[in-house]
């Protein structure tokens, strides 16, 4: 399976913007799938994840309140709705999986990873 993440653009300080995460090939319904972002110079970091049935999710403290991660079974899509964005979420958001039903907060623990979408905030 191959996943392709989408919808990253330019935003203003304040606003919401959802980014999508695909899975071509296979179905996402075997894997907890999370997401992370990296910002210029700084190291990926984790930002949410979701279990492989959707009734579990983790957040890191900085987007907790503001991001909410889900996911579409049917459709083979996880979202992440980003609302109130703040200059400091800038960066590529990048989706990955984990074979296995519960969700992963470890970039080493994830299986596949897609391609970063580029998200920028303007202040």
């Known amino acids: 399976v191959q996943l392709q993440a989408s919808g990253g653009e330019l935003v203003q300080d304040g606003g919401s913007l959802r980014v999508s995460c695909a899975a071509l090939?296979?179905?996402?319904?075997?894997?907890?799938v999370g997401w992370f972002r990296q910002a210029p110079g700084k190291e990926r970091e984790f930002v949410a994840a979701?279990?492989?049935?959707?009734?579990?999710?983790y957040y890191t403290d900085s987007v907790k309140g503001r991001f909410t991660i889900s996911r579409d079974n049917a459709k083979n899509t996880v979202d992440l709705q980003m609302n109130n964005l703040r200059p400091e979420d800038t960066a590529f958001y990048y989706c990955?999986?984990?074979?296995?039903?519960?969700?992963?907060?470890?970039?080493?623990?994830?299986?596949?990873w897609g391609q970063g979408t580029l998200v920028t905030v303007s202040s």
């Open positions: 979701v279990d492989r049935d959707g009734g579990v999710t």
């Open positions: 990955a999986a984990h074979f296995g039903r519960w969700a992963r907060r470890i970039e080493a623990e994830y299986d596949l």
């Open positions: 090939g296979d179905t996402l319904a075997w894997y907890a």
